[in-house]
């Protein structure tokens, strides 16, 4: 097994052709993004979605022909627009995770509360993906709040805390919705790797946010702000 974790980004052109294979990343992965530059949203998959699923980052289902499979040197996607409209240039970053730095998984929503266990590390950035029709959720440490990747101000029902060995997640339908499958992918801080942090805003073009260790390959940044909607 690979010692650490393992992170590769990429772009492709659309073709529109259904079930194009993108290749070359040198490992199987566990959770490829997909972000058209254009007016589309991204797509998550992750291991544990079955079939040919995969999730737009929206109020949306897990949909088909999006991010169709994970294969072992990559992955295959439709020819639906959020993934792979001719003439559009789509970007990619891709993961595989490992032992005490990434992990993945899956529960079932209880509607009330419930806390996720036997991650095997105290996480720092939690992202849980509903199967339903519901907006995925992220908090990273020192959040107040858990967030959509859009705007919105956050809530204070979704994933409350994150813990000793895994997260919570209270009653909000976009976590933990009765009889409903939700996907996770988690993170713990590792140095040269994973760095999580936070920074006050000031306004000015051109900041520069050191402190990570590393050039990274794939950066968030979320506003903790619960009075103004700020996307992602």
């Known amino acids: 097994s690979w010692p650490t974790m393992r992170v590769v980004t990429g772009s492709y052109l659309g073709n529109g052709n259904n079930n194009r294979s993108i290749s070359g990343l040198g490992f199987q992965p566990d959770l490829v993004m997909v972000k058209g530059n254009s007016n ?126 895994g997260f919570s997640v209270g009653a909000n339908a976009t976590v933990n919705q009765s009889g409903t499958a939700y996907h996770y992918v988690v993170w713990n801080e590792t140095a040269g790797q994973v760095k999580t942090a936070s920074y006050t805003g000031d306004g000015t073009s051109g900041r520069t946010i050191t402190g990570a260790g590393f050039a990274p390959y794939y950066a968030i940044v979320r506003a903790n702000d619960t009075a103004t909607g700020r996307p992602g």
């Open 40 to 165: 589309q949203v991204a797509v998550l998959r992750t291991s544990t979605m079955s079939g040919t699923d995969s999730k737009p980052v929206t109020n949306a289902a897990l949909a088909t022909n999006r991010i169709k499979s994970l294969d072992a040197d990559g992955f295959t996607v439709g020819n639906n627009s959020q993934v792979n409209g001719s003439g559009t240039t789509y970007y990619w970053t891709a993961f595989k995770s490992v032992d005490a730095i990434m992990k993945l998984g899956t529960y079932n929503g209880n509607g009330s509360s419930q806390s996720i266990g036997g991650v095997g590390f105290s996480p720092e950035y939690a992202v849980v993906i509903a199967a339903s029709a519901q907006h995925p959720r992220q908090r990273t440490a020192g959040m107040t709040r858990s967030f959509r990747f859009d705007a919105d101000t956050g809530i204070t029902d979704g994933i409350t805390s994150l813990d000793a060995d």
